[in-house]
T-cell receptor, first 112, second 112 residues
Framework: NAGVTQTPKFRVLKTGQSMTLLCAQDMNHEYMYWYRQDPGMGLRLIHY???????AKGEVPDGYNVSRLKKQNFLLGLESAAPSQTSVYFC???????????FGPGTRLTVT | EDQVTQSPEALRLQEGESSSLNCSYT??????LFWYRQDPGKGPEFLFTLYSAGEEKEKERLKATLTKKESFLHITAPKPEDSATYLCAVLNSGGSNYKLTFGKGTLLTVNP
C-alpha cells in the first residue's frame, strides 16, 4: 500500500497564478483533510471531507477550494495565489474523525 | 478556545539520556490525544492515541501517558535515530463535529 500520496512535491508560483494539489489514498478512508504547516504555527486545517462528494471548511479556508469527486482523491485548488499562501501543504486521511490521521509527504509551495 | 502547548520547544539529549516531552491542553471536551513524529521534509507519522486519563501506550523506547490536563512522551535511552519533531494533537467534540488541534511541536536532537 502506498498510503497517502501527494503531487507535486514542490511548486513555485507567481502571484495571481492558479494551481491544483492532488492527494490520493489507497486505504479506503472516508475522511480526508488538507492542512498547511508554517514555522511557529503548527498544522492548521484548511478544508476537509467526510465522504465522496462532500467538503467542509476548516480553520483557514480563505483563498482555497477543494473537491472530492472520487473517494480516494481530494484536490486542493488555489485560484489566485498570494505570497501568504507560501507554505508546506499536507494531505491526510482517516477511517473516522475519532481515529488517527495518516499524512502524505507534503507539497512545498512558494508564491513569489 | 482550544489550546495545546508543547514544551520544551527544543531538546538536546545525549544518546542514552532519558527524558520527557510535555503536551498540556485546554479543551472543552477531550475525545482523544494523539502523538506524531515528523522527520525533516516529511509528513507526520502516527505514534499513539490516548483516550482517557491514566491510559499509557508504549512503542520501543517511547511511552505516552495522559492525565486530565497534560500528556507526556517519555523517551528511554534514546538513540540518534529518535531525533525528530514530536507533535501532539487533541481531539475534542463541538456538537456533531470533531476538531483536531495541533501543538507546535518539540524538536528533539539526540547526539551520539
Amino acid at each position: 500500500n502506498a498510503g497517502v500520496t501527494q503531487t507535486p512535491k514542490f511548486r513555485v508560483l507567481k502571484t495571481g497564478q492558479s494551481m491544483t494539489l492532488l492527494c490520493a489514498q489507497d486505504m479506503n478512508h472516508e475522511y480526508m483533510y488538507w492542512y498547511r504547516q508554517d514555522p511557529g504555527m503548527g498544522l492548521r486545517l484548511i478544508h476537509y471531507s467526510v465522504g465522496e462528494g462532500t467538503t467542509a471548511k476548516g480553520e483557514v479556508p480563505d483563498g482555497y477550494n477543494v473537491s472530492r469527486l472520487k473517494k480516494q482523491n481530494f484536490l486542493l485548488g488555489l485560484e489566485s495565489a498570494a505570497p501568504s499562501q507560501t507554505s508546506v501543504y499536507f494531505c491526510a486521511s482517516s477511517y473516522s474523525t475519532k481515529r488517527e490521521q495518516y499524512f502524505g509527504p507534503g507539497t512545498r509551495l512558494t508564491v513569489t | 478556545e482550544d489550546q495545546v502547548t508543547q514544551s520544551p520547544e527544543a531538546l538536546r539529549l545525549q544518546e542514552g539520556e532519558s527524558s520527557s516531552l510535555n503536551c498540556s491542553y485546554t479543551v472543552s471536551g477531550l475525545r482523544g490525544l494523539f502523538w506524531y513524529r515528523q522527520d525533516p521534509g516529511k509528513g507526520p507519522e502516527f505514534l499513539f492515541t490516548l483516550y482517557s486519563a491514566g491510559e499509557e501506550k508504549e512503542k520501543e523506547r517511547l511511552k505516552a501517558t495522559l492525565t486530565k490536563k497534560e500528556s507526556f512522551l517519555h523517551i528511554t535511552a534514546p538513540k540518534p535515530e529518535d531525533s525528530a519533531t514530536y507533535l501532539c494533537a487533541v481531539l475534542n467534540s463541538g456538537g456533531s463535529n470533531y476538531k483536531l488541534t495541533f501543538g507546535k511541536g518539540t524538536l528533539l536532537t539526540v547526539n551520539p
